[in-house]
């Protein structure tokens, strides 16, 4: 029970509507759902539990992510993969205890996979560096590295997979990533792959590739976010993810008068001001400016002054009936993540994983 009306409302039937988007878009490929950073803020059980049946395999950033999926979803019967793979022998024998799989990104991961005596046969996903120059083994060690990953007898099915840098716009190094996957992909034409993530999906240097034997490891579309610079689908998903945040102030300023810490917002005119019960601390970021959209009442309403650590202040003049305990929406189904984030010079992913554990997340059907 909270007392508190701040939260983020999670809408089962977008990440529905949003996985079907996905499988349509996908073509033959696979659907694996990336939910690392507890579900990019969503809450992994319930998404995993929403989508498990439109999905073919769930995707988290590390092992204790694994842990974490497995016990606020004990039933789940899909892979999941670990993308940053296991930094020790006590990760690997929890992969094939609780069967999970594992990214092997670097010639020492591949050595303490070779070092290690499992009792049953754990599948794996190769990295190889087609060109982000992060994680992955160079092209030139593919050969070896799929040499000693298939004579090793506890090494399952190997998938061959990379990541692009420039996924959301047209750059020259997206078709020298490709290009490079596309000769791996005839160099080993008996494997699984996966090079596309949200973006990939959405560029068209990226697109017209995908075939039965790959996997697409898509994250925000699911959210319900447009992820790309080049082309606009927010109009076909839905957002997941509702902020609110109750009203618990209404004052009246005037003309000349400041509002919050370090008086950065100066009122131009007599001003009624909503005090809203969110802040920093609950993931809203501080350095959304003067102007940043809200929404109430079923209208707009714009951020003034400083975001505080618990609360905001919202210019809600023309917003005749706002009364105490009304909700705020703060990002959402009417007012796009993506216009937040670049009021706060930042990024959508940011904000959706940023919200804190101090917001309780609730799950609407
Ligand atoms: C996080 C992640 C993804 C998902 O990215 P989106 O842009 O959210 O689709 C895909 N692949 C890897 C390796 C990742 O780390």
């Given at each position: 029970?909270?007392?508190?009306?701040?939260?983020?409302?999670?809408?089962?039937?977008a990440l529905?509507s949003n996985t079907?988007w996905l499988?349509?878009?996908?073509?033959?490929?696979?659907?694996?759902?990336?939910?690392?950073?507890?579900?990019?803020?969503?809450?992994?059980?319930?998404?995993?539990?929403?989508?498990?049946?439109?999905?073919?395999?769930?995707?988290?950033?590390?092992?204790?992510?694994?842990?974490?999926?497995?016990?606020?979803?004990?039933?789940?019967?899909?892979?999941?993969?670990?993308?940053?793979?296991?930094?020790?022998?006590?990760?690997?024998?929890?992969?094939?205890?609780?069967?999970?799989?594992?990214?092997?990104?670097?010639?020492?991961?591949?050595?303490?996979?070779?070092?290690?005596?499992?009792?049953?046969?754990?599948?794996?996903?190769?990295?190889?560096?087609?060109?982000?120059?992060?994680?992955?083994?160079?092209?030139?060690?593919?050969?070896?590295?799929?040499?000693?990953?298939?004579?090793?007898?506890?090494?399952?099915?190997?998938?061959?997979?990379?990541?692009?840098?420039?996924?959301?716009?047209?750059?020259?190094?997206?078709?020298?990533?490709?290009?490079?996957?596309?000769?791996?992909?005839?160099?080993?034409?008996?494997?699984?792959?996966?090079?596309?993530?949200?973006?990939?999906?959405?560029?068209?240097?990226?697109?017209?590739?995908?075939?039965?034997?790959?996997?697409?490891?898509?994250?925000?579309l699911l959210y319900g976010?447009?992820?790309?610079?080049?082309?606009?689908?927010?109009?076909?998903l839905t957002?997941v993810?509702?902020?609110?945040?109750?009203?618990?102030?209404?004052?009246?300023?005037?003309?000349?008068?400041?509002?919050?810490?370090?008086?950065?917002?100066?009122?131009?005119?007599?001003?009624?001001?909503?005090?809203?019960?969110?802040?920093?601390?609950?993931?809203?970021?501080?350095?959304?400016?003067?102007?940043?959209?809200?929404?109430?009442?079923?209208?707009?309403?714009?951020?003034?002054?400083?975001?505080?650590?618990?609360?905001?202040?919202?210019?809600?003049?023309?917003?005749?009936?706002?009364?105490?305990?009304?909700?705020?929406?703060?990002?959402?189904?009417?007012?796009?993540?993506?216009?937040?984030?670049?009021?706060?010079?930042?990024?959508?992913?940011?904000?959706?994983?940023?919200?804190?554990?101090?917001?309780?997340?609730?799950?609407?059907?």
């Open positions: 029970m909270n007392y508190r009306k701040t939260r983020a409302e999670i809408n089962a039937a529905r079907r499988r349509r878009h996908i073509g033959p490929g696979s659907l694996l759902a990336v939910v690392k950073a507890d579900a990019y803020g969503h809450g992994v059980g319930p998404v995993c539990r929403a989508i498990a049946d439109g999905v073919d395999g769930f995707a988290v950033g590390f092992t204790d992510e694994a842990v974490a999926l497995k016990e606020s979803y004990p039933e789940c019967r899909h892979q999941v993969l670990i993308l940053e793979g296991c930094q020790s022998e006590a990760e690997l024998q929890l992969c094939v205890a609780q069967n999970f799989t594992t990214v092997v990104h670097s010639m020492a991961q591949l050595e303490q996979l070779e070092a290690v005596s499992l009792t049953k046969a754990l599948d794996v996903w190769l990295k190889v560096d087609s060109g982000m120059h992060r994680l992955g083994i160079p092209p030139e060690a593919v050969e070896q590295c799929m040499k000693r990953l298939k004579s090793c007898n506890h090494v399952g099915q190997i998938t061959l997979m990379s990541h692009l840098a420039n996924a959301d716009n047209l750059a020259a190094l997206n078709q020298v990533q490709l290009q490079q996957f596309q000769t791996l992909k005839n160099q080993y034409p008996n494997h699984s792959y996966s090079l596309h993530n949200s973006a990939a999906l959405l560029n068209p240097q990226l697109q017209g590739v995908l075939t039965a034997s790959d996997w697409v490891r898509a994250g925000l976010v447009n992820p790309s610079e080049i082309e606009d689908v927010q109009h076909e957002p993810m509702t902020l609110k945040a109750p009203v618990i102030a209404i004052n009246e300023v005037k003309k000349g008068d400041s509002v919050g810490y370090g008086s950065n917002w100066v009122a131009p005119s007599d001003t009624r001001v909503a005090t809203v019960a969110i802040g920093y601390a609950d993931g809203y970021p501080r350095q959304c400016k003067n102007g940043t959209p809200t929404f109430v009442r079923g209208q707009l309403a714009p951020l003034i002054g400083r975001v505080s650590m618990d609360m905001v202040t919202v210019d809600v003049s023309h917003i005749s009936n706002v009364v105490l305990g009304d909700d705020v929406e703060l990002w959402g189904e009417n007012v796009d993540v993506r216009c937040v984030a670049r009021h706060a010079d930042t990024i959508s992913w940011h904000l959706l994983t940023g919200t804190s554990v101090r917001v309780p997340r609730v799950v609407v059907e």
